[in-house]
């Protein structure tokens, strides 16, 4: 059976209507310097256990979500619409 992912939009899902698009980081400030720039844009972590990662509902409601998952197991923690989230963390 394919593992499914709980969209919030779309309920449980297969992954396979799924695109990863990478590590849900947080952007740095528009006046940030040049060196975080480039960790944000070119340094990675690839860590073992708990992650999160930009996910595109690309065969379903089209929205990018953040999932948490861990790259052990490849279980899915949660997830979430990834605009309420921005949204959300703007509010702080």
Excluded: Q
Excluded at 40 to 62: D, I, K, Q
């Amino acid at each position: 059976m394919a593992s499914l992912v709980p969209c919030p939009n779309c309920g449980r899902r297969p992954k396979e209507e799924f695109t990863i698009k990478g590590a849900a980081l947080s952007r740095p400030e528009a006046d940030a310097d040049s060196i975080d720039w480039f960790d944000y844009v070119y340094l990675r972590e690839n860590p073992r256990g708990a992650y999160e990662e930009y996910w595109h509902h690309t065969s379903g409601c089209r929205r990018w979500l953040v999932v948490a998952r861990d790259t052990v197991t490849h279980e899915i923690a949660a997830c979430c619409d990834a605009a309420g989230r921005a949204r959300s963390e703007a509010r702080k």
